[in-house]
């Protein structure tokens, strides 16, 4: 089964960046689409950004612009880089991995956008 593990998550002044990183391993063969997706208290968890096996990319209307995400298929490995961080991008932020068969989540990592 395939595991994931997300870093890089912290505190950070509005207008800010991070960069997450999410570390996958176990099965992971063919084709899968892996990305972000963040929760804030009180709000349904939504699409931050997606990334396919062969680089196709999909981001959510609010981070448009301002994060990018990008995989290293050799070393099995997901990032996230969000600049220009705003007090709305604090949230949970959790890894997923979808392939044809199932998905599975990360733990999350927390992301806190303040002065």
């Known amino acids: 089964q395939v595991q994931l593990v997300e870093s890089g998550g912290g505190w950070v002044q509005p207008g800010g960046s991070l960069r997450l990183s999410c570390a996958a391993s176990?099965?992971?063969?063919?084709?899968?689409?892996m990305g972000w997706y963040r929760q804030a208290p009180g709000k349904e968890r939504e699409l931050v950004a997606v990334?396919?096996?062969?680089?196709?990319?999909n981001y959510g209307d609010s981070v448009k612009g301002r994060f990018t995400i990008s995989r290293d298929n050799a070393r099995n490995m997901v990032y996230l880089q969000m600049n220009n961080l705003k007090p709305e991008d604090t949230a949970d932020y959790y890894c997923?991995?979808?392939?044809?068969?199932?998905?599975?989540w990360g733990q999350g990592t927390q992301v806190t956008v303040s002065s």
């Open positions: 997923k991995f979808r392939s044809a068969v199932y998905d599975v």
């Open positions: 176990g099965s992971i063969f063919g084709f899968n689409i």
């Open positions: 990334i396919s096996t062969i680089g196709n990319t």
